[in-house]
């Protein structure tokens, strides 16, 4: 049986234009690898209700999963929170939970509960907060929507926060075999060990070092016995194989 799967949406015009480089997808896959679960799409879409609403809205509905990054926090263009709101046709207001918790954090650090800092109480009705320990400015939970905040810190602890309460599969494991063989040379016996060993995914990643063609050949799936069979067999098949 596969493993659940999981979408990812990445969100802001920071990205879209260049100006930011993510970091959370690659963060994420991690996890989520180790967690037992694929991450098998991406969207980047900007600072749009209609955009986001419609990518919630096509992922959750075709993927186990969903995580948003970005636009939770609390300057106008963090929209976020109204556009998932909107996805699932619900109202959103300040929740009276999620205030206190950023009440108190404005307490301990001596700085003013304002009107732009109580935008990010803003939960869409009968959403599960996700704790953040970071900044205490919580993310919310939707079915089967997770909504985090993009600053990577922060995104990094909510993502620990939500993956223990889903159920995953089994943990993905991965061997890398280098050869210091261009791709076409090696596409032969790659295809038909990739063959024998439907079970696992194979990918084929190409360099040059020093002025030489060399691959990466990365192996992954969820029984090591198998795994290791076949990283024996790729290192068989290319005498010169590293791993």
Excluded: W
Excluded at 35 to 44: I, K, P, S, T, Y
Excluded at 128 to 141: E, T
Aim: with cysteine.
């Amino acid at each position: 049986m596969p493993n659940p799967g999981v979408a990812m949406i990445v969100i802001g015009d920071e990205l879209l234009s260049g100006r930011t480089r993510d970091s959370n997808m690659h963060h994420l896959a991690g996890e989520l690898t180790k967690a037992g679960f694929d991450l098998r799409e991406v969207r980047v879409v900007g600072d749009d209700q209609d955009a986001i609403a419609g990518a919630v809205n096509s992922l959750r509905a075709t993927h186990d999963q969903v995580f948003t990054s970005g636009g939770i926090g609390p300057t106008h263009d963090d929209i976020t929170a109204d556009s998932v709101a909107a996805a699932f046709g619900l109202p959103i207001g300040v929740r009276e939970d999620a205030k206190a918790i950023l009440e108190e954090h404005c307490r301990r650090h001596g700085i003013e509960m304002n009107a732009a800092r109580l935008r990010m109480a803003r939960v869409p009705e009968g959403a599960v907060l996700i704790d953040n320990p970071v900044s205490s400015a919580p993310g919310f939970s939707l079915d089967n929507v997770h909504v985090l905040a993009g600053v990577p810190a922060i995104f990094e602890a909510m993502v620990a926060s939500v993956l223990p309460t889903l159920v995953g599969g089994a943990p993905i494991h991965s061997e890398a075999v280098r050869v210091n063989l261009p791709e076409g040379e090696i596409a032969g016996p790659l295809r038909r060990i990739a063959e024998a060993y439907a079970g696992l995914s194979f990918g084929s990643y190409p360099f040059v070092l020093h002025g030489r063609f060399g691959v990466n050949l990365v192996v992954r799936g969820t029984d090591p016995e198998l795994l290791g069979s076949a990283v024996t067999e790729l290192q068989e098949a290319f005498p010169d194989a590293v791993t």
